[in-house]
């Protein structure tokens, strides 16, 4: 069936480095979204893309999607014990279902 | 708060009980949502409502049972789980056009913990 690979599946890093996770679709998506869960909580909606080559920013983090749309990235710049969790993305394949990555989980080393 | 609410948050129950989830959402969507969710496992969407109307079925055991009365309200019935259906399911709203032809941002609620003995 239809996939969104989504990677890496965890990242460590320190704090103030950069973070970022792909999403890689085998088709076409008409949107992405992307979805932040933290430890113990549940998914918060980020964002979501819709045209080709769309690039969107808030605050530290810039969302794009590829010319082709099939692949997304998620970039988190500096990054702050506050953006600890996993995030998702989730796009609309061309029969209309919502397909979901598995996640990358960000970890913030001490 | 999201405004999706989940009761209960926390249950266990043996393989032969009969229970069931419930979310309520007020915000004014039409369309809700039932997910599972395990550990290092994707999302899964396990039921679509659409107006009151499922619209998928993902294929999920027949074990799990949902139910719509409004657009308000989802139910999730369990019968005769398995231990590997323990996982936190999660229940989402959200705004759909009536084309369906792509998902809008989905709210989700707290979540249920599962734990099936």
């Known amino acids: 069936g239809q996939q969104v690979m989504q990677i890496p599946q965890y990242q460590h890093v320190q704090e103030g480095e950069d973070f970022t996770t792909y999403c890689n679709s085998s088709t076409t998506l008409s949107n992405i979204q992307w979805y932040k869960q933290r430890p113990g909580g549940h998914p918060v909606f980020l964002i979501q893309l819709v045209k080709s080559g769309e690039v969107k920013k808030q605050k530290r983090l810039t969302f794009q999607f590829g010319e082709a749309k099939k692949n997304s990235s998620l970039h988190i710049t500096a990054t702050q014990t506050t953006d600890v969790g996993t995030y998702f993305c989730?796009?609309?394949?061309?029969?209309?279902?919502?397909?979901w990555g598995a996640g990358t989980k960000l970890i913030i080393k001490p | 708060e999201t405004g999706v609410t989940q009761t209960p948050r926390h249950l266990v129950m043996g393989m032969t009980n009969k229970k069931s989830l419930k979310c309520e959402q007020h915000?004014?969507?039409?369309?809700m949502y039932w997910y599972k969710q395990s550990a290092k496992k994707p999302l899964e969407l396990m039921f679509v409502?659409?107006?009151?109307?499922?619209?998928e079925n993902n294929s999920v055991p027949s074990r799990f049972s949902p139910e719509c009365p409004n657009s308000s309200h989802l139910f999730l019935h369990l019968h005769t789980l398995q231990p590997e259906d323990s996982a936190l399911y999660l229940c989402?709203?959200?705004?759909?056009?009536?084309?369906?032809?792509?998902?809008?941002?989905?709210?989700f609620g707290p979540g249920t913990r599962l734990t099936v003995l």
């Open positions: 409502y659409n107006f009151k109307e499922q619209t």
């Open positions: 989730a796009g609309t394949d061309s029969n209309y279902q919502l397909i």
């Open positions: 989402a709203s959200s705004h759909r056009g009536p084309t369906l032809s792509s998902y809008n941002e989905q709210f």
């Open positions: 915000l004014g969507h039409n369309a």
